[in-house]
């Protein structure tokens, strides 16, 4: 059947950062329908898009119009519409979308991703999705299909909500995949490559050399950091692709696209220390000229000298280091996130010795945390001396241990606006931090790092020249 899977327009608020990367979910649901005999039709409304400099409302638009996006969906008659929300800060603009393709067409519409895989019944009860995919979307978006060609019962589909025929909700639990290299590549040539591989506005704006494509090799993490959400898609079991298939994944990248930079995107690349070892040795034995990076963070536990140094003869010229505190008591009590900032310590110390860069992700304004808490951050950002230091204020995410704690005790209002979800504003206050507190501590923390952020490591090197920076909303690009 044909399904047309769009990634939907998004809105901005002043001071957010701005990135266009590959819509990787979409892909590897396009990928999977074609495999099973299905027309997967694709339509990425950011795709090409600059970042907006015009306010309308409040907020900074950017993609495809919803007009346009409804004529497009009456002109490609789908049988099944299937629209993606990563994060809920775009879920109003996503529901918007729904809800004028409903007015427009009878085609029904699927949603997927993390803010629906958190609430799928209170999505599902909005009344413009007909159905909630919970987590990975392979499976269930497939037994859809097969249920809408051949009438065939969702009851035991795992990882979908929806409503049967006498109008009565059902909400099935979802099942990680257990075979994670079972699942194909994700299906790169549905999309015009050329308006992402080529895009300044990379994750984090981490990019050293174009074109650059971004993977992911993994699914799972299994560790409770109460802040985080991604359980919420893909379980607490880290499961892995095989080095060999994640290396052929890059070369096909090298040799189809030229693509010379590898942005990994997991949330858990480097839990199994011997499989990134593997794909480090695989990517030097089949002398792929490629440099690779990770925006999304590693964490710090799994690193050490044989690993790092794997990882930079392979071509790893910086990690982003997922830090998060500089109090180990709150890293422990509060975040529960098994780091030991003395290990960090160490772990910078190696990484400085073989020249590769370093990034730290900190997480401010956690409930329980404490300004003298929050200076610790600061200082230790300080003692350490990163690249490049980024301030994060929590935020609730849906299914989260935090989300439940500030609906308890009132940190969030009972009708919050999702489009707040983000982290460079408070949408929380707590028993010890108003948001007037969080936005002037969240300020503090980056004067004092902007009066001592060093020179970039790489000044100098020849061979690599960072392109673009990060680029925030109504401001421009930050300069790298
Ligand atoms: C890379 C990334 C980004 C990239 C872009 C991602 C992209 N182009 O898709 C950038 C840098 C732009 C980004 C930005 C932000 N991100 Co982000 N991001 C990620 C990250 C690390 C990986 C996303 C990814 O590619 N995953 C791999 C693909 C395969 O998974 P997927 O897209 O989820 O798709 C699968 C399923 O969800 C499902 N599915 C998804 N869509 C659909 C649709 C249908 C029809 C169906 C059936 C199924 C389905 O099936 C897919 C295949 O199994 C995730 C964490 C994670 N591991 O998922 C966070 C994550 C999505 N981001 C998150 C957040 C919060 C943000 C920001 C708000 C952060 C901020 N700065 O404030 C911004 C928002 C930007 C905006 N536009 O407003 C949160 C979302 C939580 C939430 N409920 O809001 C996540 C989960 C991480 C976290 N902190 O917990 N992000
Ligand atoms: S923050 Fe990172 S380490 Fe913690 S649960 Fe999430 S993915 Fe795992």
Known sequence: MKVLLINPPNTYHHGDD??????????????????????????????????????????????????????????????????????????????????????????????????????????????????????EGELPLLALCDHLERGSSLAGVHGIAYRDSSGNSHENDKEPMKEVNAVPVPARHLFDMNQYINSPYSHNGSTFRMPYATMITSRGCPLKCTFCSVHTIWGRNNRTRDAQQVVDEIEELYREYDVREIHFED????????????????????????????????????????????????????????????????????????????????????????????????????????????????????ELMPDEAYFSIATPYPGTPLYDQCRTHGYIPANYDPTLMRTTQPLIETEYLSRDDIRRLRDYAYQEWDAVKPAPWYEGDPNLSRRGGIYTIGVGHKPA
């Open 18 to 135: 701005f990135a266009v990367t590959f819509p990787l979910g979409l892909a590897y649901l396009a990928s999977v329908l074609e495999r099973n005999g299905h027309e997967p039709l694709v339509i990425d409304s950011l795709a090409g898009f600059d970042p907006p400099t015009e306010m309308t409302d409040g907020f900074y638009r950017c993609g495809m119009t919803e007009a346009e996006l409804v004529a497009e969906t009456q002109r490609l008659e789908p049988d099944l519409v299937g629209l993606t929300c990563a994060y809920t800060v775009q879920y109003p603009t996503t529901r918007s979308l729904a809800q004028a393709i409903k007015r427009a067409t009878n085609v029904p519409i699927v949603i997927g991703g993390a803010h629906c895989s958190a609430l799928p019944s209170e999505t599902l009860a909005e009344g413009c999705f007909d159905y909630v995919v919970i987590g």
């Open 267 to 382: 949330d858990m690349l480097t839990l199994d220390r011997q499989r990134m070892i593997d794909i480090c040795r695989e990517i030097v034995s089949r002398k792929l000229d490629i440099t690779w990076t990770t925006p999304n963070g590693v964490y710090v536990n799994t690193l050490n000298e044989d690993l790092l140094t794997a990882m930079k003869e392979s071509g790893c010229y910086q990690l982003a280091l997922a830090i998060e505190s500089g109090s180990q008591s709150v890293l422990r009590t509060i975040m529960k996130k098994n780091i030991s900032l003395q290990y960090a310590r160490e772990v910078v110390k190696m990484m400085r010795r073989l020249k590769m860069g370093v990034y730290f992700f900190l997480i401010i304004g956690m409930p329980g945390e404490t300004e003298a808490d929050i200076v610790k951050t600061v200082e230790y950002a300080k």
